[in-house]
C-alpha cells in the first residue's frame, strides 16, 4: 500500500474550503450572525472598547454656574478577551487502507466530515451570539426516565444526536450538576430529547435545569443575552469590567417588556423606547414562530425586504440573503428577520453599527499553524482535521439596541 500523504490532504482540503465556501457554509439559516459586521484581527490579550454614557457636565444657562460645574464627559471601556470554540473531524484508518493509497478514494470521505464539523461550529456560533457566556441551549421543563422535555419546543434546534449534555442549576451556574447524558434521539415536532440513561441519575435534577453542552459551562462568547440583560433582573450587572448599573440603559441596553401586547404593537413601541434613547435600530430578530405570528397580524399589508450577510471584509455577499419583513419605527426603519437560533418569545432590535464579531483569523478556521491541516492520531488508528475559532461580540453602544422580554 502506498504511504496516506498528508500534505496532499492537506491542500486537498485548503482547496475545497475556500474562505467564500466557509462564509457560504457557515451563514446559511443563521441571519443574525450573517449580518454582523466583523474584524479577523484580534491581537492582542484583551480589546479596549470605549463607550460614552454621560456628556460634560459645564453647562447651565449661568455662565458661573457653568463654569463652577465643568467636569469632563463619563467613558467607560470594556475589556474585551476571546474565548474558543472546537470542531475535530476524523477519517479512520480501515478507509485509508481500503483505498490503496488513492487519494481520490478516501478524500471525499475526509471532505464530508470536514464539512460536518464546519458546519457544527458554525451552528454553535450562530446560537452563542444570541445568549450569554453560560452556554446554555434550553431548559427542562419536564422527564420522564430518559426523555427531557423542553421548556420550550423552539429549542430543540440547539439539540444533535450525540451531543454530549449535563445540567446546570440556575441559581448557581459556576458548576454542573454531577454527571452527564448523550443524547440518543431528538424528537423536533414536540421539543423532545431522549438520553442514553435516565435523567434522574444527574445528582439533584430539577425540572428548569439549565442545559449545556459538556464543555461549555461559562465557556462560551457573550452574546446579546450577556450584553442587555434581561428584563425580570430590570439592571445590568458587571459586563468585561464595567459596572452597567451606573447608567442601567446607556452601559446595559434597553430591557422592554412586551406582555399583554400584540406583536406588531410590541414591535412599535420597543422602536419609540429605542427612538428616545437615541437609537436607530435597523435590524431585529425573532424566531420562526414570532415570524410567522407577525407575517399573520400583518396579512396584505406586509412589506417584504431582503437582506444580505456580510463578509469579514465587510463587503456584501449577494449570493447569501434573508427574507426580511419592513417596519417603519420612529427614527429608523427596521428589517425583521426569522432566525432559528434565536430564544423563544424574545426579540432583538439592533442598531447594527454598534455590534462587532471580532476573532483572531476566521469564525470558522482550520487550525494549521504548524501547515498541518491532517494529522495522525497518536491514540486510534485514524486521522484528524480540527476547526476552531477565537473570539467575541461585542458592543460600543449598548443603550442603542433593545431586548424584547415576553414576546
Same mark, same amino acid.
Given at each position: ?99 490503496? @493509497? *488513492? &487519494? =481520490?478514494?478516501?478524500?471525499?470521505? /475526509? ?6 464539523? !464546519?458546519?457544527?461550529?458554525?451552528? #454553535? ?89 459538556? @464543555? *461549555? &459551562? =461559562?465557556?462560551?462568547?457573550?452574546? /446579546? ?6 428584563? !425580570?433582573?430590570?439592571?445590568?450587572? #458587571? ?89 417603519? @419605527? ?78
Amino acid at each position: 500500500m502506498a504511504a496516506v500523504d498528508l500534505s496532499a490532504a492537506a491542500n486537498y482540503l485548503k482547496n475545497r474550503f475556500s474562505p467564500k465556501k466557509i462564509e457560504n457554509l457557515s451563514y446559511d439559516g443563521s441571519p443574525l450572525f450573517a449580518m454582523l459586521p466583523k474584524k479577523t484581527d484580534f491581537g492582542s490579550i484583551d480589546l479596549k472598547v470605549p463607550v460614552s454614557y454621560a456628556d460634560l457636565r459645564g453647562r447651565s444657562c449661568n455662565f458661573a454656574v457653568a463654569q463652577a460645574n465643568k467636569e469632563g464627559s463619563s467613558t467607560e471601556k470594556f475589556s474585551i478577551t476571546t474565548k474558543k470554540d472546537y470542531a475535530l473531524f476524523s477519517v479512520d484508518g480501515q478507509t485509508v487502507k481500503q483505498s490503496r @493509497g *488513492d &487519494l =481520490n478514494a478516501w478524500l471525499p470521505a /475526509l471532505e464530508k466530515e470536514a464539512e460536518s464539523a !464546519a458546519r457544527a461550529l458554525a451552528r #454553535s456560533t450562530s446560537w452563542a451570539v444570541y445568549r450569554d457566556s453560560v452556554g446554555s441551549i434550553a431548559t427542562i421543563g419536564s422527564n420522564s426516565t430518559t426523555n427531557a422535555t423542553l421548556g420550550n419546543r423552539a429549542d430543540i434546534q440547539n439539540f444533535e444526536v450525540g451531543q454530549t449534555i449535563q445540567l446546570v442549576d440556575p441559581a448557581s451556574t459556576t458548576s454542573a450538576r454531577a454527571g452527564k447524558l448523550k443524547v440518543t434521539a431528538v424528537y423536533r415536532d414536540n421539543g423532545v430529547v431522549t438520553c442514553n440513561a435516565a435523567i434522574t441519575t444527574i445528582t439533584g435534577d430539577a425540572d428548569d435545569d439549565l442545559i449545556v453542552p459538556e @464543555g *461549555d &459551562l =461559562n465557556n462560551r462568547i457573550t452574546g /446579546l443575552a450577556g450584553w442587555i440583560a434581561d428584563v !425580570a433582573s430590570n439592571t445590568s450587572s #458587571s459586563i468585561f469590567g464595567v459596572n452597567a448599573q451606573v447608567d442601567d440603559v446607556r452601559l446595559g441596553g434597553i430591557k422592554f417588556d412586551a406582555s399583554g401586547m400584540n406583536i406588531l404593537e410590541a414591535i412599535i413601541d420597543a422602536s419609540a423606547r429605542a427612538g428616545e434613547n437615541g437609537a436607530r435600530p435597523n435590524k431585529m430578530f425573532i424566531n420562526f414562530d414570532k415570524w410567522r405570528e407577525l407575517c399573520n397580524f400583518l396579512g396584505s399589508t406586509v412589506v417584504r425586504t431582503q437582506g444580505t450577510a456580510y463578509a469579514p471584509s465587510g463587503q456584501p455577499k449577494a449570493d447569501v440573503g434573508y427574507e426580511g419583513i419592513k417596519i417603519h @419605527g420612529p427614527s429608523s426603519v427596521i428589517e425583521i428577520y426569522a432566525d432559528r437560533h434565536c430564544q423563544p418569545n424574545k426579540g432583538w432590535m439592533l442598531q447594527m453599527d454598534t455590534w462587532c464579531l471580532h476573532s483572531t483569523g476566521g469564525v470558522p478556521m482550520l487550525l494549521e499553524e504548524d501547515g498541518q491541516s491532517i494529522l495522525r492520531e497518536a491514540t486510534d488508528d485514524a486521522y484528524e482535521g480540527r476547526w476552531g475559532a477565537y473570539y467575541q461580540m461585542y458592543c460600543n453602544a449598548p443603550g442603542y439596541n433593545v431586548r424584547l422580554e415576553n414576546l
